[in-house]
């Protein structure tokens, strides 16, 4: 019975995050919409350096590379946290948490479901433009054939998910210490950025640098997935990244809660 109502309970959060998104929803439209306009700097580069090499780079041609950045974009819309560091950090910073510590309730499951509801309207709201790229492009897809390719790719995207969650939780967890956590958020988010397949494939880099690349969490983030669909991971190689990713899964969660332990603790103890 209990676990009923603690269920209705983040239910109701989670209706709340969807109410409360979707009055932003023409917002996350036009920065969908605007967050295309790189896509089409990245179709002239690629094509310039496949002209330039007269050939393939690593297994990609120019139709493949394309394929692999439109991935990328559908990928992160579903995954990657909209301004959640912000509104946790300001819930510390202003004193908000205080509310939620007097109620029986999680706030990282709290927070998780406002993430959720907040990806389901980002996504709904971001998928038609991504949708009429794919259209425009759609002489660069090959679907794969295999069903278990989706399986996989599903399962890997909602670990991916789950990961940049769980660092962004953390990530915004040092509002307990520090009043602006600007600067940290942006220092990890370029290594996102760098080292988790936004700015190139992270399979055209050398082998040996590909070989440590794999054992960081950045590579689990986007990445991987899209790596996954493309069937450049196959065999025991797919089987070793989903096991590291939900490994990285793991340590992502349990550092969150134990950076909250930490900064609760620091919170109570200065009278906050």
Request: net charge neutral; charged share 10%.
């Amino acid at each position: 019975m209990s676990g009923s109502m603690s269920l209705q309970k983040y239910l109701s959060v989670f209706n709340i995050g969807l109410q409360n998104t979707f009055v932003y929803r023409w917002n996350y439209f036009l920065r969908a919409l605007f967050g295309l306009i790189p896509l089409a700097g990245t179709v002239f580069l690629w094509s310039a350096v496949f002209k330039e090499r007269g050939g393939g780079l690593h297994g990609y041609d120019y139709s493949s590379m394309i394929y692999y950045y439109l991935l990328t974009i559908l990928v992160s819309n579903l995954v990657v946290p909209t301004e959640d560091e912000w509104q946790i950090a300001a819930d510390i910073r202003e004193g908000q948490i205080n509310a939620l510590l007097t109620k029986p309730m999680s706030y990282l499951a709290y927070r998780l479901s406002i993430f959720l509801s907040g990806r389901l309207v980002y996504s709904f709201v971001t998928l038609p433009p991504i949708a009429v790229i794919f259209v425009y492009f759609r002489d660069y897809i090959v679907l794969p054939t295999d069903p278990l390719i989706y399986v996989l790719t599903t399962v890997s995207i909602l670990m991916a998910a789950f990961i940049q969650f769980f660092i962004t939780y953390s990530l915004a967890m040092f509002a307990f210490w520090i009043l602006e956590i600007t600067t940290i958020v942006f220092i990890v988010y370029s290594f996102e950025y760098f080292l988790g397949g936004q700015m190139f494939p992270i399979d055209i880099m050398p082998s040996a640098v590909q070989a440590v690349m794999k054992w960081l969490p950045f590579y689990y983030e986007l990445f991987c997935p899209v790596a996954i669909f493309l069937g450049r991971l196959k065999g025991a190689e797919l089987m070793q990244a989903l096991a590291i990713q939900a490994g990285w899964l793991f340590v992502a969660w349990m550092w969150a809660r134990f950076m909250w332990r930490r900064g609760l603790g620091h919170y109570q103890a200065v009278g906050g």
